[in-house]
């Protein structure tokens, strides 16, 4: 007899209270937004938010031209709601900050590009800023963490913009992080 488990996909992506995730958001359409430091900052404000005031347990993190990763956890459990209230309130943040900034040269295309991917969206939205997904993937062993840890923190030198892991500005790889994090 044959036994099948199915798994919707949003309790696939669900997160328990006590487990340590490697999480990733990108950006629809994977826009390079995060090449401008004042769009970096609204991450890391809100990274630094979430850990006084919501419980975030930060281990690690990069802030990429297009995407963030990072490992994290949650005390009470609220790791899953933490994701989506951080990426909704960033999504508005950053956009607002795209429409009123006067020296972005790509305002207009990037509005346009928001707009055309909240239109295709199985929610219909006006605009769509993250993608959809985030998917939090468990990590329930040393070997998983230390090579979630290396993924995350040489991103930006695979991706050929700094030679080192510790040059690059918003991670955790770098002594000068603006964001804090945990020892594991």
């Known amino acids: 007899m044959e036994i099948h ?3 919707t996909r949003s309790e696939k992506y669900k997160t328990t209270e006590d487990g340590l995730y490697f999480v990733s ?3 629809v359409g994977f826009m390079d ?3 401008r430091r004042i769009y970096q900052e609204i991450l890391v404000e809100s ?3 979430c850990q006084l005031e919501k419980n975030l347990k930060l281990y690690c993190y990069c802030i990429v031209t297009n995407h963030v990763h990072f490992i994290a956890s949650s005390d009470n459990g609220s790791l899953s709601n933490l994701l989506r209230d951080f990426k909704s309130f960033t999504a508005i943040k950053v956009m607002d900050a795209i429409s009123n900034n006067i ?3 790509r305002k207009e295309w990037l509005q346009a590009q928001f707009k055309y991917y909240g239109s295709k969206s199985p929610q219909k939205q006006i605009n769509q800023f993250w993608k ?3 998917h939090p993937f468990y990590l329930y062993n040393t070997k998983m963490i230390e090579q979630k840890v290396n993924y995350i923190h040489n991103n930006p030198v695979e991706a050929g913009f700094v030679n080192y892991a510790h040059e690059w500005r918003p991670s955790s790889a770098n002594e000068q992080s603006p964001i804090k994090v945990l020892k594991f």
């Open 5 to 7: 488990i199915f798994v």
């Open 25 to 27: 958001f990108s950006i």
């Open 33 to 35: 937004v995060f090449t």
């Open 47 to 49: 990274f630094i938010f």
């Open 103 to 105: 020296q972005e040269s």
């Open 132 to 134: 959809h997904d985030n």
